[in-house]
Nanobody, 127 residues
Framework: QVQLVESGGGLVQAGGSLRLSCAAS????????VGWFRQAPGKEREFVAS????????YLPDSVKGRFTISRDTAKNTVYLQMNSLKPEDTAVYYC????????????????????WGQGTHVTVSS
């Protein structure tokens, strides 16, 4: 059974940090590129970060670049999103997703390009 399970969300004050985890099981996760997306209430799902299957390539859009970092631990079948200097506008449900297509560097991914999704984890940043 294919599963992606996010964890690590919670309530944090502005300027604080959180590390989200995305644990995979039931498929060849190490061969998949992974993306993080977020969706705030009343807004469309937004791309946050991507990492290639081997972990050697990453991309983060300007909205989070310099504050967020994406990484993966192949041995643990887990991808992480380290979020620093959090702002109230980072408040959203954060989702991880896996894609079997070739990694596209410096590319703003859309949600349609991913095969598997987790259930999401809530992040709330208070001012």
């Amino acid at each position: 059974q294919v599963q992606l399970v996010e964890s690590g969300g919670g309530l944090v004050q502005a300027g604080g940090s959180l590390r989200l985890s995305c644990a995979a099981s039931g498929f060849g996760f190490s061969r998949y590129n992974v993306g993080w997306f977020r969706q705030a209430p009343g807004k469309e799902r937004e791309f946050v970060a991507s990492i290639s299957s081997g972990g050697g390539n990453t991309y983060l859009p300007d909205s989070v670049k310099g504050r967020f970092t994406i990484s993966r631990d192949t041995a643990k079948n887990t991808v992480y999103l380290q979020m620093n200097s959090l702002k109230p506008e980072d408040t959203a449900v954060y989702y991880c997703a896996a894609s079997s297509t070739a990694y596209r560097a410096h590319y703003y991914y859309t949600s349609q390009e991913f095969d598997y999704w987790g259930q999401g984890t809530h992040v709330t940043v208070s001012s």
